[in-house]
C-alpha cells in the first residue's frame, strides 16, 4: 500500500525543483516581484493540485480503514455521504495550512536575506534541501495520526453513541500530553481552545488552532477514547 511518506516525499521534491529553478530564473534578473507572482500561482494552483493528486489515495485508504475500526468498536458505520464530507472538509485544510506554510517559510527567507544582506538564492536553496531532508518524514507521521484522530471525532459526534471524548496518552509521552491525559470534553467542543495556554513541567504551550483533537505538537501520539 502507498504510505504518507512516498506520497510527502514525491510532493516535497517536485516542490524542491520547481521552487529552485523559479528562484534561479526570477532572482537571476533579480525580479522579487516576478518571483512573488510565480510562487502565488504555485502554491494556489499547481503544487495544490499535485498535492491534491499524490497524497488523496493514502488519505483515503486510511480513512477507510479508521471507519471499520470504529464500526468494529461502535457498532456505527459512517455513511458514505458523511466520510465524503468529511474528506471535503479534511483536504481543503490540510492544503490550505501546507501551501500556507511554505509560502510563509519562502516570504519569511526572503525578508530576513534583505535585512541581513545574505544572498537570498542560498539561504532559501538551503531551506528548500532541509525540507527533502526531513518535511516529508515529520509531516507522514503528523498526517497520518491526525487523519485518524479527526475521522474519529467527526464519527463519534455523527454516531449519537458518543456523547464524550476522553484524551488519552500512548507510552512515554511528554508532560503536555501527560497534563492532557484523562481530561474529557463534550463530542462538540473542543479540548483547547485557540490561544489557550496549557501549563505543565514547568513550560508553556500556546496553542494557535482549536484543539479537539491529537496532535497536540509534532511527534505526539495520544488518541481519543470515548467517555
Ligand atoms: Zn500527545
Not at 510532493?11 to 533579480?30: F, M, S, Y
Not at 502554491?43 to 479508521?66: K, N, P, V, W
Request: charged share 30%; with cysteine.
Amino acid at each position: 500500500m502507498a504510505s504518507f511518506r512516498d506520497a510527502f516525499g514525491r510532493v516535497i521534491r517536485r516542490e524542491r525543483t520547481d521552487v529552485a529553478k523559479a528562484i534561479r530564473d526570477h532572482l537571476g534578473r533579480r525580479d522579487e516581484s516576478s518571483l512573488e507572482q510565480w510562487l502565488v500561482r504555485f502554491y494556489g494552483e499547481d503544487h495544490r493540485q499535485f498535492f491534491e493528486s499524490q497524497t488523496d489515495a493514502i488519505y483515503q485508504a486510511t480513512q477507510l480503514l479508521t471507519r471499520s475500526q470504529i464500526f468494529q468498536e461502535l457498532g456505527y458505520q459512517l455513511n458514505d455521504d458523511a466520510l465524503q464530507r468529511f474528506r471535503n472538509d479534511y483536504r481543503q485544510n490540510v492544503l490550505d495550512e501546507y501551501m500556507g506554510d511554505s509560502l510563509g517559510q519562502i516570504r519569511g527567507i526572503m525578508k530576513k536575506s534583505r535585512e541581513d544582506g545574505v544572498d537570498m538564492v542560498d539561504a532559501l536553496t538551503q531551506r528548500l534541501e532541509e525540507w527533502v531532508e526531513k518535511r516529508a518524514d515529520k509531516l507522514a507521521v503528523a498526517e497520518a495520526h491526525r487523519t485518524v484522530n479527526a475521522l474519529t471525532v467527526a464519527a463519534f459526534r455523527e454516531s449519537g453513541i458518543v456523547s464524550a471524548l476522553r484524551w488519552v496518552t500512548a507510552g512515554d509521552s511528554c508532560p503536555f500530553c501527560q497534563e492532557m491525559n484523562g481530561r474529557i470534553v463534550s463530542v462538540t467542543r473542543e479540548f483547547l481552545g485557540a490561544g489557550e495556554e496549557l501549563s505543565a513541567g514547568g513550560r508553556q504551550l500556546k496553542t494557535y488552532w482549536n484543539v479537539r483533537h491529537p496532535p497536540l505538537h509534532a511527534g505526539c501520539d495520544c488518541s481519543l477514547a470515548p467517555a
